[in-house]
């Protein structure tokens, strides 16, 4: 069966989600497709994010709102359980607030989340070996961020954290009460240096930190680089030392940090994403990021480990920006297994600090001669899938070398709840069985639609909303890259007025810009005064004489000037249906969407293809609307084309899906009229899936085994639209090709 959206808020009070578990359905390589992005954080900042208890393996981190969740897996019966609510994040866009867990003396998972320079929250599963249900405990503290958990042999807990001074703070509890006593400041942050550190509790109870340093004059003015790397240890006696063994006066200054415990001078150079642990022998170890500002290889992945008189130094692999992150474990007899973001993304041409660099391949390294050399192993930790950037890679301590690496897929939106999360080991990724679910995202009107689409889509809202009128097609056959750039829902409103609907959903989404595409006939001046009068900041419209020339100036907009983008998707300016298919196609490849005249080339669109430097054209659609005698005039054109529309559809999403979206969730939309399938290019562009077309009466042949091919991988698909526009039957046909719940 499928279900009608609705929005979800913080009204909700039930503690769980119903558990996805499944029999029959289909199977995917990941246990999330619902958590947030930066579900969980960097191994350096918040841990850890998964625990080994009695052979269960836990795993938490930050689902749909930032809510903190928690599934587990039991490697005795290759069982998932949850996922189930922990508990309500109180942090809007911030994803900072991530959980650690620890278990205490009875067995009980334990949860700490929701801080980033404000109260740290406490949940206690209320049955050992059970995290169905969850109970509030009062808040660690009232200002915290990045809480380190660890768990010592004695059961006693230790958390170290950021206070909201930036000091380094260490609280301790014992395992039964669970209760944290008062916080001692470790790290001095004061007005010449603060600190990101990390921890780590060697087998004998000696806790170790690395910490880097952050220029307090850099920081207020909004350079957030770190520098340099630096190293202590506390002993079971509360003894504080450097690598040495030299006492350090308590708490730790930048000019004690400086004097005794530098492991890494960077000089003018950066670090970042420092861990610390041990190798069997309690040695310490470290390993972190260090390099420059240019260049695609310019930051590298280094391991130190102290030798009993100096840090012997070797490099690990190189990277592409100093804010992808990693794993170290030792593995015994001086082997260490290091998980790393390493490789180009899309890092190699974003600035320092710019956080859309983040993410990359997840490697597997070795070394056998403790540290000093390492190897790359045969198998990538992430999976090879077209255009899809990886991020977070956590080993688990405790768990089986079979499921021992957690990790999730990145998105550089903020707003995006639709990311993955995976468990990996030695066997590869851990499969999960699901029962694929049909939403139908349905409104009273085309309106309305969009406005349910848009609730899908962005759950938590957004700063920016595209507009285009109800009425006609021309003006948003190209806008799909742009909304998707934006993180904007496309609405649709009458020519002449603001429907009351879309003003509604502009105040849900908190929107403060919207793009309006087309003129004043398309929608009218009226309409940018009523934006105004319900409060919306800045209305800009994008337009102009024509359809091609609106196509042209979206382009203009979506990069800004003349670029070097290599990619265009070309398609008929007369009809809707291949512009509205090939809209998340173009979003995902961040190309501009040029429009034909029959067999013209209209001088706008030659402009697209000139001021971009394209050099492949991806023409879709049949020789009846893109003649032969036009495309071979494209740069190295291939076509995608079908009998008609609905064929059309399924070939644009198996070649998407081969090179840049993803089989796992697609939309469903009329093939008779543009309004729905126009609004749906912005979910689908969110959820990396295609757009497919259907008859209103009827699922197509061409769609149906489309959709029979990819079924076993499917979590979700959307209907868009009512029943008017997609009736019953396509419904139960994709019900029954899904095996949908």
């Known amino acids: ?175 039964v009460a669970a209760v944290f006593g008062t916080e001692k400041i470790i790290l001095d942050g004061d007005s010449e240096a603060w600190w990101y550190a990390n921890s780590s509790l060697t087998d004998e109870g000696t806790l170790l930190i690395a910490f880097a340093r952050v220029d307090t004059y850099e920081y207020r003015t909004g350079d957030f680089s770190r520098h340099d790397v630096f190293f202590a240890k506390r002993l079971k006696n509360g003894t504080w030392q450097n690598a040495q063994g030299q006492t350090l006066p308590m708490p730790i200054t930048l000019a004690t940090a400086e004097a005794s415990c530098t492991v890494f001078d960077s000089g003018y150079g950066l670090t970042n994403e420092v861990t610390v642990g041990a190798d069997t022998s309690s040695t310490p170890c470290a390993m972190y990021l260090t390099g420059r500002t240019t260049g695609a290889d310019r930051f590298a992945w280094r391991f130190d480990r102290w030798d009993g008189t100096s840090w012997r130094s070797a490099e690990i692999t190189t990277t592409d920006h100093h804010f992808d992150s990693g794993s170290f474990r030792a593995l015994g007899e001086g082997t260490f297994e290091a998980v790393l973001v390493a490789g180009l993304s899309d890092g190699n041409i974003a600035p320092a600090g710019d956080m859309r660099g983040r993410g990359g391949i997840i ?74 679910v049909v ?52 609405l649709l409103t009458t020519p002449t007025s603001l429907s009351p609907e879309v003003a509604q959903e502009i105040e849900r989404l908190g929107a403060t810009t919207v793009v309006i595409l087309g003129g004043h006939s398309a929608i009218s001046a009226d309409v940018e005064e009523q934006l105004k009068v319900a409060g919306v900041k800045t209305v800009e419209r994008i337009w102009g004489p024509s359809r091609f020339e609106t196509a042209l100036a979206i382009s203009r907009r979506l990069y800004g000037g003349p670029n070097s983008i290599h990619k265009a998707v070309v398609v008929s300016g007369r009809s809707w249906p291949d512009a509205c298919v090939t809209g998340p196609l173009a979003a995902g490849l961040q190309s501009p969407i ?27 659609g049949g020789t009846m609307v893109i ?108 019900d029954s090709i899904l095996g949908a719940d």
């Open 439 to 490: 939403t139908r995202l349905a409104g009273t009107s085309r309106v309305g639609t969009a406005v349910s689409i848009s609730q899908e889509a962005f759950p938590m809202g957004t700063s920016t909303v595209v507009l285009a009128t109800s009425a006609d097609f021309p003006d948003a056959l190209a806008g799909a890259p742009l909304a998707a750039q934006q993180s904007a829902p496309l």
């Open 1 to 175: 069966m499928y279900r009608f959206i609705r929005v979800l808020t913080l009204l909700v009070v039930a503690s769980i989600f119903l558990p996805l578990q499944s029999a029959h359905g289909a199977t995917v390589d990941f246990f999330e497709w619902n958590a947030s992005q930066e579900s969980i954080l960097s191994e350096m900042t918040t841990h850890p994010a998964a625990i080994t208890v009695n052979g269960k393996v836990y795993i938490a981190y930050q689902g749909p709102g930032f809510d903190a969740c928690i599934v587990s897996w039991d490697p005795a019966k290759s069982k998932w359980d949850g996922p189930y609510r922990i508990g309500f994040n109180t942090l809007e866009m911030d994803p900072h607030g991530a959980p650690a867990l620890f278990s205490d003396a009875s067995g009980r998972i334990h949860v700490l989340y929701g801080a980033h320079n404000t109260a740290l929250k406490h949940s206690q599963a209320q049955s050992p070996g059970r995290i169905d249900s969850w109970m509030a405990l009062p808040d660690v503290a009232t200002k915290a961020t990045y809480p380190q958990v660890a768990k010592a042999a004695d059961d006693s807990i230790m958390l170290f954290r950021r206070s909201s001074s930036a000091d380094w703070v260490l609280q301790s509890a014992d395992s």
């Open 627 to 734: 003649p032969d005698s036009l495309k071979v005039t494209l740069p190295a054109p291939i076509r995608i084309g079908g009998a008609n529309r609905y064929e059309t559809s399924a070939l644009v999403a198996e070649y998407a899906c081969d090179t840049q979206l993803l089989p796992h969730r697609f939309v469903l939309a009329s093939g008779i009229d543009f309004p729905d399938a126009l609004s749906a290019s912005t979910v689908a562009a969110r959820v990396r899936g295609p757009i497919l077309l259907t008859r209103p009466e009827s699922l197509p042949t061409p769609v149906a085994d489309y959709v029979s091919g990819i079924a076993d991988g499917v979590v979700e698909a959307y209907i868009a639209g009512g029943e008017r526009a997609v009736g019953v039957e396509p419904a139960s046909s994709l």
């Open 594 to 620: 040029v429009l034909t005249d029959g067999g013209v080339l209209p001088a706008a669109s030659q402009q697209i293809l000139t001021e971009w430097t394209i050099w492949r054209t991806i023409v879709v």
């Open 363 to 436: 490697r597997r390294f070795v070394s056998t001669d403790a540290g000093v050399t390492w190897t790359a192993t045969d198998e990538d930790v992430s999976p090879n899938e077209p255009g899809t950037f990886y991020s977070s890679p956590v080993i688990v301590d405790g768990a089986p070398d079979a499921a021992h690496v957690i990790f999730t897929d990145w998105s550089n939106d903020l707003t995006d709840p639709f990311r993955r999360l995976f468990l990996w080991g030695s066997e590869g990724l851990v499969p999960r069985a699901v029962t694929p």
